[in-house]
């Protein structure tokens, strides 16, 4: 599907071998480590990252009391793969001064760090001269932090501290946020995806998780698009709508400084309006420049962020988005139509200049809007010829958020958007 070719700037790039039409699988790879956030425990299964049903459906550790399971192949799964070093020390562990002073993405590192050395100290896993998961992971060019404190261990190790150092230095920049539809649930190490895919704020690729019972979760990277013969495969290590604050996390966490057209173009940026009706009157001329003011109206339109007019560039602020986004979410869930169609509709035309076609945000606000309108339907009983008009918007609302979400199709939790799409639509059918 790609092979690895040398970069000028970066280590090296993945490069299609061959024509890549959008929707198809580039890379599938299990995790070589994961964690489980803290806020998700108890809820998702520790193993394979699932929910639960119901209070009652996960089996909790007896040894640790921490960690829940599915069921016995669930526990049996991670128990071979790290938790037998770990289970008995936990609790002791966790209620360290050593541990209980950390913040809580230390404390994710901690846990993480304990995962991966419990793994390389019971398995043996490391051989330099081979592509084991582990073998790759040793390979990624660390992080870079020069000054290296170790976090806390839980496991015990057989591994030298020049060899946990090793492994820790190459945690932040190696590390990827495991979500389901863009809620996060875990982090995870996938040593062949972080050699093989650089970075992009415009990408052309996009992970996505499988959750199934006793696998731990596995990523699968996927084009959003058609990629040429000969074309680099990209993928955002940050949500490109982080307009402002992505560029100093690429030094920070990375180490690199992007140079991309989206990055280029964005300097500089003017201090947004404050204030609902300034932020809704700039919102509308960015709507009215996309052809939004009377709806949707399919295709959708994609611009770069060049194509913005001068006088609407303060639109990509972050503060800006931030206080659109609150705008719509609150006017949405409060029952206040107008204003949550307005604001909703300037927020589209918006991830149409941040994001690259296909991308699963604009797929899953899409549905948003649909859900909207659906309310706003069933709440104020509008007259034949508003209703009409209405649920013309959810159809199209509808049909364009499926065709976006199909291109990456099913993942992480069952009830996901895909799911909601074919729920509100037999309830508009009908």
Known sequence: MFRLEAHPVARSCAVANSHIPAGSSILRETSLAYVLLSSQKGKRCDTCFRKSLGASTLKRCTGC??????????????????????????SRWIASPEYQTLAEH??????????????????????????????????????????????????????????IQQLYSRFGNNNFVVHSHFTTVGHGIFPTASRSFN?????????????????????????????????????PYLDPALLQTRKQMLEFIYG???????????????????????????????????????????????????????????????????SLSEIFSKSSHEGDYPLANDSGLILLALYTFIYPPNYPQIGIHLLELAKTWWNELVASSPLPNK??????????????ARGILNIVGPEGDEDGPLHEIETLQNLLDH
């Open 65 to 90: 009391a921490s960690y829940w399971y599915c069921d016995a192949k669930c526990q049996t799964i991670q128990w071979q793969i790290n938790h037998k070093q770990i289970c008995k020390k936990y």
């Open 106 to 163: 230390e404390r994710m590192d901690a846990i993480l760090l304990s995962h991966l050395v419990a793994q390389f100290s019971t398995n043996k896993l490391v051989n330099d001269e081979n592509n084991s998961p582990p073998a790759v992971f040793l390979s990624l060019l660390p992080g870079p932090l020069s000054d290296i404190r170790l976090p806390p261990l839980c496991a015990s190790s057989l591994l030298t501290e020049q060899r």
């Open 199 to 235: 970075h992009s704020c415009l990408p052309n690729a996009a992970a996505k998780y499988h959750f199934t019972s006793a696998l731990p979760p596995v990523m699968e990277m996927v084009a959003l698009r058609d990629i040429a013969q000969g074309e680099e495969i990209c993928l």
């Open 256 to 322: 690199f400084s992007c140079v991309c057209q989206s990055c280029l173009q964005l300097q500089p940026v003017p201090t947004p309006p404050s204030g609902e009706e300034a932020v809704l009157r700039l919102g509308k001329s960015l709507r009215d420049d996309l052809g939004l003011k009377d709806g949707i109206h399919p295709p959708l339109q994609y611009k770069g962020l060049g194509d913005l007019p001068v006088q609407l560039r303060s639109a990509l602020h972050e503060d800006y988005l931030t």
């Open 387 to 400: 209703k009409h008009i209405i649920e013309g918007q959810v159809k199209m609302a509808l049909s364009l």
